[in-house]
């Protein structure tokens, strides 16, 4: 075999080894959906009444598609987690002292992650369904917002790997999640943007998840009273290009850092 | 069974791991300072030295994991730089923490790792029943890992770095953290090993652990080999045998002392009141101890004991290190 086809083979080992754990853990799937579940009944149901969104629409039919790009984009914590753990505990050493493929470790955490995202997607999906939740813009359209949304997870995944190997232990990997929080609320996830003090509002304007949330809003059909920037007004193309500039920075530096293990 | 034994792939070349000046530089610091090691085939070198002394570094040097900043390395016949992926065909790494997943069966991590070192799916299962009879894991294969006791565990993960019959394996400090059983069952997987040919380069602070397992003892002080030898020459290097005698009561001290002093080097014999005991450093030890206790009987003086006592080797290592420090 060549060296590209065994890169992929041990990849999808690799991959298989991932999905083995979530087989094994059903529990710690439960557990990293308990943030955006809780989320989602907690903004929709103890503050929607008390949200005015604008041109009267409907504050679930606006959260909704923000609450999916907000727990696609904090699942990077866990990525940076499982590899602050897999180099703590010598896996990783291990790894890069066997014949397999160097790039191995980092793609196929990257198709794990697409993975954990899509099985994400399919249980928050069927709770917004029971909640009351629709999507409106067809077959071919929501699921092209369905892609969006693994796309801003799979661009993610390069920062999470980036800072799971760069932090110095498994507790501070622990700590990320306050690096990613601002990054999910600092957005138009739960408001507008244009409600924000200016500064504020510039900011989460340009979040990358605002881009998601906005592109997958409008592929969804749900009524999104969008700002008049032009950022603002080009969401659904932020929402393909975002993903490509994080990608084509972060996957770089997660593989330099990978790397540097080696210094 | 597609995995060959070590000497039916290998050509016979005399030492498995050559190093020569090896060097690494972190900052201002100098963590290892051109080491110069050479190991035979299918011998167990210990790596014995303090905290801190180079040894891990070393390791990861060897094992492909840390590029030298100088010196060059071989192993396996390949050289760790120029072609580490040669070299990772033929070494297995057991770390300081078994790098074995928690929630899976021993079974399944034995064939993740097979699959990894790019045996068949077939050949992967059939390995991994091997291993679990190697490492006698056969009522543990099913179970997950997480129940293991730790010699179980890093028996796992001891298995888990042979899956291609490596040439040289390296084991960071392997029993660390287990309590006596588990070091013997971990000592007596790493005896299997290099009865099939297996080179073994281990870490360890535990200086019987060398003793008990070490061919050769390299000891490592501030990045730089202060001596090697086997155990025996180590704790020969340090000081020689010691006669011992110890009488039954204080009256027969005096005639200990007497014969002693007649086999003594130096200054004469030293006396443990205390313990009724008389010692003196001798060089031919086994004409001494003959000469000692033929003189205690011919005067008919009533012996506890008589021996001959080798120094430790903890008490080799710490003047050895004490001496390199100072050095």
Known sequence: MSALSWAVADCLTLVRRELLHMSRQPSLLAWGLGFPIVSVLLFVYVFGSAMDVGDGADYVAYAMPGMFAMTMAFGFTNTAMVMAVERDRGVLDRFRSMPMAPSAVVTGRGVADIAQA?????????????????????????????????????????????????????????????????????????????????????????????????????????????????????????????????????????????????? | MPVPSVSARRGASEHSVVAEGLTKRYGDRLAVDGLDLAVRRGTVLGLLGPNGAGKTTTVRMLATLTRPDGGRAEVGGHDVRREPALVRRRIGLAGQHPAVDEIVTARQNLVLFGRLFHLGRAA????????????????????????????????????????????????????????????????????????????????????????????????????????????????????????????????????????????????????????????????????????????????????????????????????????????
């Open chain 1, 118 to 263: 899509t099985l994400d997607l399919v249980v928050m999906a069927v709770i917004a369904l029971v909640i009351g939740w629709r999507s409106d813009g067809g077959f071919l359209a929501t699921l092209h917002a369905f892609g969006l949304l693994v796309l801003l997870r799979f661009a993610l995944t390069w920062v999470g790997v980036w800072l799971g190997l760069l932090v110095p232990s498994i507790e501070a990997a622990g700590n990320l999640f306050a690096v990613a929080f601002p990054l999910g609320m600092v957005s138009s996830v739960f408001t507008p943007p244009h409600l924000m003090p200016d500064w504020l509002g510039f900011l989460a304007m340009w979040n990358p998840v605002s881009s998601t949330a906005g592109a997958v809003r409008e592929l969804f059909g749900n009524p999104a009273p969008a700002g008049d920037s032009w950022i603002e007004q080009n969401a659904l193309l932020m929402a393909h290009v975002w993903p490509v500039l994080v990608t084509a920075v972060f996957l770089a530096l997660a593989l330099r850092r990978y790397r540097a293990l080696s210094d």
């Open chain 2, 124 to 327: 992967a299962r059939a390995r991994a029943d091997e291993l679990i009879a190697a490492f006698t894991l056969q009522e543990a294969a099913d179970r997950q890992v997480k129940g293991f006791s730790g010699g179980m565990r890093r028996r796992l993960d001891l298995a888990c770095s042979m899956i291609l019959a490596p040439d040289v394996l390296f084991l960071d400090e392997p029993t660390t953290g287990l309590d006596p059983r588990g070091r013997g069952e971990v000592w007596d997987a790493v005896r299997g090993l290099t009865a099939t040919g297996t080179t073994v380069i281990l870490t360890t602070h535990y200086l019987e652990e060398a003793d008990r397992l070490a061919d050769r003892i390299a000891v490592i002080d501030h990045g730089r080999k202060i001596t090697e030898d086997t155990p025996a020459g180590l704790k020969r290097a340090v000081g020689g045998a010691r006669i011992e005698v110890v009488v039954a009561d204080p009256s027969w001290l005096p005639a200990a002392r007497r014969a002693v002093a007649r086999v003594a080097r130096g200054e004469g014999p030293d006396t443990d009141e205390e313990a009724l005991r008389v010692h003196a450093a001798v060089d031919d030890e086994v004409a001494a101890l003959t000469e000692v206790a033929r003189t205690l009987q011919d005067e008919g003086t009533p012996v506890a004991d008589i021996g001959l006592r080798r120094p430790t080797l903890d008490e080799a290592f710490l003047r050895l290190t004490a001496a390199g420090g100072a050095a």
